[in-house]
């Protein structure tokens, strides 16, 4: 029983290890994982994630479009925000990118005390490469 608690804890210790070994070297690259999107907040940057979940507030003030990524709605740790008046200039429509793993590059605000990146033009999105 002490051996498997051994075996596992350093399996999850490797793990973690490797985790944080992707993340700093995405960071070189000039990628911040959604993950960790927080800690650049009031800084420019470039975040990438997949898209959990997308939704288009249509009720809401500025008609606002949330693309949801390091998990999905609401334990989001990111979200990219068009607004409605910008809406139009992506196609396809944005709910197309759920399941996609996207870039997003711009401002890092913080918002509802998550990281978000509000986007007016398509060109500040890219898909990523696996």
């Known amino acids: 029983m002490y051996k498997t608690s051994c075996l596992l804890a ?3 210790l490797a793990f973690s290890v490797d985790a944080d070994a992707q993340a ?3 960071a070189i690259r000039g990628q911040i994982p959604a993950e ?3 800690e650049f907040v009031d800084r420019e940057g470039t975040v990438c994630g997949k898209v959990e979940s997308v939704r288009h507030a249509q009720n809401s003030s ?3 479009t ?3 990524m390091g998990g999905d709605f609401p334990r989001h740790t990111f979200s990219v925000r068009i607004w409605g008046k910008d809406r139009d200039k992506f196609r396809p429509e944005p709910e197309a990118l759920a399941g996609k793993v996207l870039c997003a590059t711009g401002r890092i605000a913080r918002a509802s005390g998550r990281a978000e990146i509000v986007v007016a033009s398509p060109s500040s999105l890219a898909l990523a490469a696996d």
């Open 24 to 26: 700093v070297r995405s």
């Open 66 to 68: 949330f693309l949801y």
């Open 36 to 38: 960790q999107a927080i």
């Open 10 to 12: 350093v399996l999850a």
């Open 62 to 64: 500025g008609e606002p």
